[in-house]
C-alpha cells in the first residue's frame, strides 16, 4: 500500500528529503507521493520514514493503493535492481 499525504500538510519538507525512493514531490499546496514510487519504505526502513518525521504526523496508508508486503517487496527490486533489500 502507498502512502498518501493528505490536507494539513504545512510544507516542511522532511519526508521528500527522507524518502529512499524519491516518491515524495512537491505538490500545489502540499507535498504529494508518487503511488508507482511508494513502497511503504519497504526494502529499506521498518517504518515509512515520511510518517516518522513529518512535523504534523499525516502520512497515511493510501486505501486506494494497497499491496501486500511481497508486492512492495517486487516493487522494490524493479526500482532497485541493483540492490539487496533489508527486510525486518
Ligand atoms: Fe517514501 Fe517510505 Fe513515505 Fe513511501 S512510505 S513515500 S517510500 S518515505
Same mark, same amino acid.
Given at each position: ?7 494539513? &500538510?504545512?510544507? &516542511?519538507?522532511? &519526508?521528500?528529503?527522507?524518502? %529512499? ?19 511503504? &519504505? ?5 517504518? %515509512? ?35 539487496? %533489500?533489508?527486510?525486518?
Amino acid at each position: 500500500m502507498s502512502y498518501r499525504i493528505p490536507e494539513g &500538510c504545512i510544507y &516542511c519538507g522532511n &519526508c521528500e528529503e527522507e524518502c %529512499p525512493n524519491d516518491a515524495v514531490y512537491e505538490g500545489d499546496d502540499k507535498f504529494e507521493i508518487d503511488p508507482e514510487k511508494c513502497t511503504e &519504505c519497504v526494502g529499506f526502513f521498518d517504518v %515509512p520514514q515520511c510518517a516518522a518525521t513529518c512535523s504534523v504526523e499525516i502520512p497515511e496508508p493510501d486505501p486506494d493503493h494497497q499491496e501486500t508486503k511481497e508486492q512492495l517487496l517486487e516493487k522494490f527490486k524493479k526500482l532497485h535492481p541493483d540492490k539487496e %533489500p533489508v527486510l525486518f
